[in-house]
């Protein structure tokens, strides 16, 4: 079972305008979430994280917004530019009972492609 | 300060043979995590390391196997592999396990 979902495989937003980028989880375990943004023939590259203690983190161009009561992140990018074209994946990690955290759990990402 | 890397950046082994990938974190960073991504099941987490110690494991079978050097540095080994095995293997490394995971650029498998 996915349990960081994605649902949008691909996005269009035109230049200057608000990105939205949306990811919903199931498991009420995670407690830090993250944003990476991709190229193809690369690694993720990290853009912004948030931990459960708060609902909102902001960097730059890009917000994040975590409601965990509807267990629903998003990422706001405002202006969107032409190279924010790529694809956006949210993850999400469990703090383990023992200490420490365990591996990331991706959504399967969001292709955003940013119109001129 | 220099990113994660990885080596070799392409690869191509024939199936039943086995394969060792190389990641070297950044400097001061002392988990290194793996992770396999496929067209079809995306970015899935293999294994983590922190102090030379395996701390998690995903869910792949004992053909994937890694370890990690007292300086950090950490190498994946996969046997006998078969095709699905083709992927695009990426390295990640964290100050500590607890936070944000930076990753390399990847290693490019394809098993024939």
């Known amino acids: 079972d996915q349990q960081v979902k994605q649902n949008s495989p691909s996005l269009s937003v035109q230049e200057g305008r608000i990105s939205i980028l949306n990811c919903d989880y199931t498991?009420?375990?995670?407690?830090?979430f993250l944003w990476y943004k991709k190229y193809p023939a690369e690694g993720p590259t990290f853009l912004i994280s948030?931990?459960?203690?708060?609902d909102k983190n902001e960097d730059g161009r890009f917000t994040v917004f975590l409601n965990k009561s509807a267990k629903h992140l998003s990422l706001h990018i405002v202006p969107s530019q032409p190279g924010d074209s790529a694809v956006y994946f949210c993850?999400?990690?469990?703090?383990?009972?023992?200490?420490?955290?365990?591996?990331?759990?991706f959504g399967k990402g969001t292709h955003l492609i940013i119109q001129p | 300060k220099a990113g994660v890397t990885q080596t070799p950046r392409y690869l191509i082994k024939t199936r039943g043979q086995q394969v060792t990938l190389s990641c070297s974190p950044i400097?001061?960073?002392?988990?290194v995590s793996w992770y396999q991504q496929t067209p079809g099941q995306g970015l899935q987490f293999l294994f983590e390391?922190?102090?030379?110690?395996?701390?998690n494991k995903g869910n792949f079978p004992g053909r994937f196997s890694g370890r990690q050097f007292s300086n950090s540095r950490s190498e994946m080994n996969v046997s006998t592999l078969e095709l699905g095995d083709s992927a695009l293997y990426l390295c990640?490394?964290?100050?500590?396990?607890?936070?944000?995971?930076?990753f390399g650029q990847g290693t490019r498998l394809t098993v024939v």
């Open positions: 990640a490394s964290s100050a500590s396990m607890n936070t944000e995971a930076f």
């Open positions: 498991n009420s375990m995670f407690d830090y």
């Open positions: 948030i931990s459960s203690i708060k």
């Open positions: 993850a999400a990690r469990q703090r383990l009972s023992g200490g420490g955290a365990d591996g990331l759990t």
């Open positions: 400097s001061g960073h002392r988990s």
């Open positions: 390391y922190f102090s030379e110690t395996q701390r």
